[in-house]
């Protein structure tokens, strides 16, 4: 025993010799930083203020010590007991004073930081970002908390807020921030042994879930104090209850319980009562039935354990505690609570996604080009925080169409090309060969594969067994129908599974205005990131036409729209990788029609035959020229075929 409190003992002295030199060490720091900033001769100064203070405080003291002597007789028998508990009593005092001063001003980086006043009377909540077509219709949004405010406390039903108050705050319009009422309960329920709540008022449960205080990391932040055990809870609590009364200071009673519901986590990825209305009941915060409003208050207790979709059975009966306590204080009659008590949940789930509506490849490109346009800006900008309303010029019912049309007629065309390869498999080189070990390389691009490598780093085996002969079911996009299927595969099944479907993409632009009406950059994004408009290099194809014709009129050669040629057969000679070539282009229907036409009409039907001849009269380089002219900025070759559009280079850039 002797040992234990003689190690207790040297290692008390070894941390109040460590606390002392930290403390020297400070306050080095401190005069040095004093010195460098408002020079040696302020700081002198300040120190004889400083030596005059300390003699003023001790003349003080001696002439309180005097007076106390001339009225208190020291002889007496309670003298000591009675001085030792002033002395308590002022010691306590001051630290509590300094306890407050120290978490305000974040004295020494003990305590980490306070909302300023900036935050507390504009503070910044966390909302989705809503991306809208230029006929106004929501295509989606972009969250990470998917939370729409509210902004105006009469948008909210009587019955929430009734429900509200009985349950976590009965006495929300008679206090100021903190019950210390509601204190005294639960000191002696916990002397009691009894259970009488947390004592936790709407108001510190706001600043709690506006200001985040119990989830903020860093020393700056969260202060040395912060990483104490026990100590952490009592500076984290403090710092609710101060924000909490200047809320009050601040804000109406309304504008509390309003921020309040608009704060809230209310699970199933809804945050905020304007969003869970939606998502469990499908309707408003303001045309919330009673029983409705008890579900989403009740909710408050624990979001997964009350979730009416999780757990519906919990759920009522958490209801119906809310329903009592709304009987209890006043706000229903008893025959209503029995009536209402009875009621089915009555859910009608309206759940969102980020990917839910239209045109989600376009809002990712959205998305890349507003994250560029801000850095490129120097503007702080976070689409899955800040709230934007974002107007596109896409057209919602143009968006709708082109999506339809690109699932209809790949469907069609997938069909066509399964046909085809029926019974063998289309990772083919160009006699129609198979590719060995294609799927091979594939597989072992995948983070599976790499996984399994980890896993059985000595065995190929082992990782090859798990890759083919392991199956599990899975959700893969249809190939026979709508939307997507179940089915049961291995991982290296879906590879080849995947690897069998044709891509698509699709793009619709005003030609008046350069406005995207539509944008279809894939057959569907839950399963094909890849976006085939944005990322998709491919050959221009007949689109290239338009700058062959613009060459021949208004180039040198000075052609005319009413200049008539004629649809036949066209070959030149040309040369490739040093081997010479004829080159006869055919129409896209493989026939000629030997008909004479003016220029506009060809162009029109796409000729290639009378688009080739022009191409090599003008010359490659002329039309290479006035696509450059024109804005094209992508790689070209001046070759004989590049008004048909035979050259990579990426269209949408």
């Known amino acids: 025993m002797k040992k234990i409190v003689q190690v207790i003992q040297n290692l008390w002295v070894t941390i109040k010799a460590t606390l002392l030199q930290v403390l020297h060490w400070l306050w080095k720091m401190i005069d040095q930083g004093l010195v460098r900033l408002l020079g040696e001769e302020k700081v002198a100064t300040f120190y004889k203020q400083l030596d005059f203070l300390k003699e003023k405080y001790w003349d003080s003291r001696e002439k309180v010590d005097q007076f106390i002597e001339s009225k208190v007789d020291k002889e007496a028998t309670y003298y000591p007991t009675i001085k030792r508990l002033w002395k308590i009593c002022g010691w306590t005092i001051f630290a509590g004073v300094f306890f407050i001063f120290a978490i305000e001003t974040n004295f020494l980086w003990l305590t980490g930081e306070m909302p300023s006043v900036g935050e507390l009377q504009n503070p910044k909540l966390s909302q989705s970002s809503e991306i809208y077509s230029a006929d106004g219709v929501l295509l989606g949004k972009f969250f990470t908390e998917n939370r729409t405010p509210i902004r105006d406390y009469n948008q909210l039903s009587p019955y929430l807020v009734k429900a509200l ?131 989403l208050v009740g909710m408050q207790k624990a979001t997964t354990t009350y979730n009416p979709i999780l757990n519906p059975e919990k759920s009522i009966k958490r209801r119906n505690t809310v329903l009592a306590q709304m009987q209890k204080y006043g706000y229903l009659s008893k025959a209503e609570l029995d009536s209402l008590q009875d009621l089915p949940l009555g859910l009608n789930r309206h759940e969102e996604s980020p990917y839910d509506g239209t045109g989600n490849y376009f809002k990712v490109a959205i998305a890349k080009y507003l994250n560029e346009w ?84 000595n065995n190929q085996d082992s990782v090859w067994y798990y890759m083919k002969s392991v199956k599990r079911k899975m959700w893969v996009y249809s190939r026979n129908g709508l939307g997507e299927e179940e089915r049961m595969m291995s991982a290296y099944d879906s590879i080849q599974y995947y690897k069998r479907f044709l891509q698509a993409g699709m793009m619709t632009m005003d030609p008046y205005t350069g406005h995207v009406k539509a944008w279809v950059g894939g057959l569907d994004f839950k399963y094909f ?120 280079f990426h269209f949408m850039k």
């Open 529 to 648: 990131k890849y976006d085939h408009v944005k990322q998709g290099k491919r050959q221009p194809g007949s689109t290239f036409k338009p700058f062959v014709y613009t060459a021949a009129i208004d180039g040198p050669r000075n052609l005319s729209p009413c200049t008539e040629m004629k649809d036949e057969p066209f070959e030149i000679e040309v040369e490739e990788k040093g081997e010479k070539k004829i080159w006869r282009p055919n129409n896209a229907d493989g026939h000629f029609s030997y008909a004479t036409m003016p220029l506009r009409r060809a162009l029109a039907k796409s000729i290639n035959s009378i688009t080739a001849r022009l191409t090599d009269e003008v010359g490659p380089d002329t039309v290479m020229y006035y696509a450059k002219t024109m804005g094209i900025s992508s790689p070209m070759r001046p070759v004989a075929s590049i008004g048909l559009g035979s050259l990579m």
């Open 374 to 457: 801000a850095k490129d800006n120097e503007i702080e900008l976070d689409l899955y925080r800040d709230g934007l309303k974002i107007i596109t010029t896409i057209d919602s019912r143009l968006q709708t169409y082109a999506e339809d049309a690109v699932s209809e007629g790949m469907r069609s065309v997938q069909k066509t090309f399964d046909g085809h390869w029926s019974g063998k498999n289309p990772w083919a080189d160009e006699k129609g060969v198979e590719i060995p070990g294609f799927i091979d390389t594939v597989a072992k691009r995948t983070e599976y594969y790499k996984a399994l490598v980890k896993r059985f780093p």
């Open 165 to 295: 108050v009985a349950t976590e705050d009965s006495r929300f319009y008679q206090h100021s921030g903190i019950d210390y009422k509601a204190w005294a309960g639960v000191a002696v329920g916990m002397l009691s042994g009894g259970d009488r709540g947390g004592g936790s008022t709407i108001t510190q449960q706001l600043a709690k879930n506006l200001f985040k205080t119990r989830k903020k990391q860093g020393i700056l932040k969260k202060g040395f104090l912060g990483y104490v055990p026990l100590v952490n809870k009592l500076v984290i609590k403090t710092k609710e209850w101060l924000t909490a009364i200047k809320l009050e200071r601040y804000y109406t009673k309304n504008e509390i319980i309003l921020w309040y519901l608009n704060t809230v986590d209310f699970g199933s990825n809804a945050y905020g009562i304007k969003v869970a209305s939606k998502t469990y009941f499908n309707t408003s915060p303001d045309s919330l039935k009673v029983q409705q409003a008890a579900v």
